[in-house]
């Protein structure tokens, strides 16, 4: 069973600062993950994707994978009250099952004003 | 450029109803894909059609089926509705199909079953 594992939340952070989400993945095989946002009631948006190990940039959002530990993350930089929302992480498997997402199931984010 | 695109918005069904939902992809995206998303939970994979030929299939019953037609779009049919089928469906397209083909999702349809 290929698993995608994520803190629940919700995770609270101030305005400003640096929020980091993480997650971790069971199949080690897996090629691409994806970072979605979901604001309540709404479908994901997609906001990063990384395929290599080591960092992504992009504007303010970071991702971060290391396929050794099975892990890969997101950093937010400058966190701001819009960024509040789940933030979930998708993983595709290797092999022949790479037409399919594995889901985790979302950390809720909170910035605090 | 129009995104994904979903209807119904929302729809109230019966159980033991049937349900249709369709999905418009974005255009130049030939890959199609549906997941099934509870409250509280990630989304889960029903289908991925690609150029009319469905490329996978998640682990829900026979009760789900789904197509693809020649201008991309999609129909995903759900028979014999049971009360756990009450969730938020998801369409998503994709320029092709694999690792490197990120999903970019419609707003979904919202099911509710009585």
């Known amino acids: 069973q290929k698993e995608v594992e994520q803190n629940s939340g919700p995770l609270s952070v101030p305005e400003g600062a640096i929020a980091s989400l993480n997650c971790t993945y069971s199949?080690?095989?897996?090629?691409?993950f994806f970072w979605y946002r979901q604001y309540s009631g709404k479908s994901p948006e997609l906001i990063m994707f990384i395929y290599s190990n080591g960092d992504k940039e992009d504007g303010r959002f970071t991702a971060q994978l290391n396929k050794a530990s099975q892990y890969v993350s997101l950093l937010i930089r400058d966190s701001q009250p819009s960024d509040s929302a789940t933030y979930l992480c998708a993983v595709s498997p290797g092999g022949d099952s790479n037409y399919q997402l594995i889901w985790g199931a979302g950390t809720k984010l909170i910035i605090k004003p | 450029d129009a995104g994904v695109t979903q209807s119904p918005t929302h729809l109230i069904k019966t159980r033991g109803q049937h349900v249709t939902l369709r999905c418009s992809p974005i255009s130049g995206h030939k890959s199609v894909s549906w997941y099934q998303q509870v409250l509280g939970q990630g989304p889960q994979f029903i289908f991925q059609y690609y150029e009319k030929e469905e490329r996978g299939r998640g682990n829900f019953p026979d009760r789900f089926s789904a197509r693809q037609f020649p201008n991309y779009s999609s129909e995903l049919n759900v028979n014999a509705l049971l009360l756990g089928d009450s969730a938020l469906y998801l369409c998503?397209?994709?320029?092709?199909?694999?690792?490197?083909?990120?999903?970019?999702f419609g707003n979904g349809t919202r099911l509710t079953v009585t």
């Open positions: 199949d080690r095989g897996s090629q691409s």
């Open positions: 998503a397209s994709s320029p092709g199909t694999g690792n490197n083909s990120p999903l970019h």
